[in-house]
T-cell receptor, first 113, second 112 residues
Framework: DTGVSQNPRHKITKRGQNVTFRCDPISEHNRLYWYRQTLGQGPEFLTYFQNEAQLEKSRLLSDRFSAERPKGSFSTLEIQRTEQGDSAMYLC???????????FGPGTRLTVL | GQNIDQPTEMTATEGAIVQINCTYQTSGFNGLFWYQQHAGEAPTFLSYNVLDGLEEKGRFSSFLSRSKGYSYLLLKELQMKDSASYLCAVRESVDSSYKLIFGSGTRLLVRP
């Protein structure tokens, strides 16, 4: 299967813990996006990469959030000192160039207790 | 500012036609997308409009009027499996990010 994959699919953690999620985009896609989605809402943009460069970060992304794409392939999103408000579905999407369709991964559902 | 509005919920009957409307106000418009999302799953691409007019794709059609900031998704011959959320999203290109700005989604329930 050559779609976007994300791991883990589900993560339950206690408040104050750190968590890291991984996204593997479609192999030839140079753009990678992270979105966050809460129940009953549409996805909200968090950040994006073109190859290994992180080119934009939303104001939603506090200092506790950091994302990397070290070799321009997979990406990781880390949340430090998690809070209950971080509970959401974290979606990754990739595209080849900006003008093409973004393909979404299955998401990582985070629950912070 | 950015604002995308679509109805929260709609109900329709199997075999019928339903139209889901979307109005938007954004900067740097670079296309409008419709995604389908079943509960607990990722959004999947349905259609894309960048020029005014109607795009048809099987049972799904999407229309765009850029001057009115308006789009609709038309679903024909509804099937039970079409029960899902339908997300309207505008792609921005103000800073070359081409990020998607989503509406809150329309939950469609198809009844027998």
């Amino acid at each position: 299967d050559t779609g976007v994959s994300q791991n883990p699919r589900h993560k339950i953690t206690k408040r104050g813990q750190n968590v890291t999620f991984r996204c593997d985009p479609i192999s030839e896609h140079n753009r990678l996006y992270w979105y966050r989605q809460t129940l009953g809402q549409g996805p909200e943009f968090l950040t994006y990469f073109q190859n290994e460069a992180q080119l934009e970060k939303s104001r939603l992304l506090s200092d506790r959030f950091s994302a990397e794409r070290p070799k321009g392939s997979f990406s990781t999103l880390e949340i430090q000192r998690t809070e209950q408000g971080d509970s959401a579905m974290y979606l990754c999407a990739s595209s080849f160039g900006g003008d093409n369709e973004q393909f979404f991964g299955p998401g990582t559902r985070l629950t912070v207790l | 500012g950015q604002n995308i509005d679509q109805p929260t919920e709609m109900t329709a009957t199997e075999g019928a036609i339903v139209q889901i409307n979307c109005t938007y106000q954004t900067s740097g418009f670079n296309g409008l997308f419709w995604y389908q999302q079943h509960a607990g799953e990722a959004p999947t691409f349905l259609s894309y409009n960048v020029l005014d007019g109607l795009e048809e794709k099987g049972r799904f059609s999407s229309f765009l009027s850029r001057s009115k900031g308006y789009s609709y998704l038309l679903l024909k011959e509804l099937q039970m499996k079409d029960s899902a959320s339908y997300l309207c999203a505008v792609r921005e290109s103000v800073d070359s990010s081409y990020k998607l700005i989503f509406g809150s989604g329309t939950r469609l329930l198809v009844r027998p």
